[in-house]
């Protein structure tokens, strides 16, 4: 069983998901069943990510149980945002902040949030580290294994 519901929750919590995003997702398995199930009108319908979770509730709660060694919701969050810092939408202080803050507050990550505090707080120290290619060698090995776990869910998610 793939945890649809916990990647579709994970994309949108992340921010990588807008709302037009999540509610397309949904209409486009919506046309493509018969009759459409319930929790695919309700993502469908949903105005804001604390709809969207009401929508994915139950579904969420039956993935804990039947899905086994699944990743950490806060890898894959981190996962995300580090998409969303190759493409431009975060500054490398914002993904280190918010990946501190995912690790520290979320669900387990599988590095612990002052590694990433720690990395910010040498940027914040010294601003010549953005020009180091060493450095941001450790950024890109620290990140691949997390940007990794979100490309993975996108595709599940696109072939669901």
């Known amino acids: ?20 995003d999540w509610q397309n997702w949904a209409d486009q398995r919506i046309l493509k069943q ?5 929790w695919l009108n309700d993502i469908s319908l949903a105005n804001s990510i604390e709809m969207l979770s009401n929508a994915l509730g139950d579904l969420l709660i039956s993935e804990r149980f039947e899905v086994k060694n699944r990743t950490p919701s ?3 969050i981190i996962g995300y945002y580090y ?8 500054s490398l202080q914002e993904l ?54 979100a490309q993975q869910q996108m595709e599940e998610l696109e072939m669901y």
Request: proline residues 2%; hydrophobic residues 35%; glycine residues 8%.
């Open 83 to 90: 998409l969303m810092y190759l493409e431009g939408k975060f």
């Open 96 to 149: 280190l902040l918010k990946s501190g803050d995912e690790a520290d507050g979320g669900e387990g990550a599988s590095v612990e949030c002052e590694e990433f505090y720690a990395i910010s707080s040498q940027l914040e120290k010294d601003i010549f580290l953005m020009e180091d290619t060493d450095f941001h060698r450790k950024i890109s090995v620290l990140y691949e294994p997390f940007g990794k776990i």
């Open 1 to 20: 069983m793939i945890p649809i519901a916990h990647y579709l929750y994970e994309i949108s919590f992340s921010g990588y998901y807008q709302k037009k």
């Open 34 to 38: 018969t009759i459409a199930e319930e």
């Open 74 to 76: 806060s890898d894959a």
